[in-house]
């Protein structure tokens, strides 16, 4: 069982039940252009993109008129809504980082998910005092194929890969990790596409916080 005393807590997924929302944000942008289609496989490709990644690739894919820029703002503004408004906390995640942090744990969110809007939902659930910071895959230029953020929120922390824990729901993302040195830690998601694979590779799995 982990007892690093440095955490990176990945956000949608892992400490919010927020992948429903994600899931349908593409898919019904793409239909309300009149694109339709099996969207599966699209969705595997982008979730650990960054949004800017994410709209160069969905308006390259599918030619859309509309500027990677324009495609940005308009799914971000639906998905703030859903994060000031309705995501919840995922059951027992509460009392899991509160445990975390009596024990002496630092912890840190590093997120697809632009910075402000992180904020913004753990403030409105109550869990944002419990972090140091929150760092953004924008933040850094590059999505969690890559180690760039888990290293620098561990820079930030004072802490090296190996004293560190990233706990994560999505499969690409704990292979990047682990391969940078840091212990992982799979979280279960009942939108996880791969859990199976997770199991395999990550250092330690949670199938339910708080148990």
Known sequence: MNSRKYCIMDMDGTIVDSMPYWNRLSPDYLNSKGIEGD?????????????????????????????????????????????????????????????????????????????????????????WNLFSFALSCEDVGYGKDRPDAFLEAARRMGARPDETAVYEDAGLAIRTAKAAGFYTVGVFDRYCENWEEIVRTADEVITEWGC
Request: hydrophobic share 40%; net charge neutral; charged share 30%.
């Open 39 to 127: 969207f599966d496989d699209l969705m595997a490709r982008i979730k650990t993109m960054t949004m800017p990644e994410a709209c160069v690739f969905l308006k390259q894919q599918f030619n859309l008129e509309e500027e990677p820029e324009k495609i940005q703002e308009q799914l971000g503004e639906v998905m703030r809504g859903h994060y000031e408004k309705d995501i919840p906390l995922k059951k027992g995640v509460r009392s899991s980082l509160e445990k975390m942090r009596g024990n002496g744990a630092t912890l840190c969110i590093v997120s697809a998910t632009a910075s402000p809007l992180v904020r913004l939902c753990l403030e409105r659930l109550g869990v």
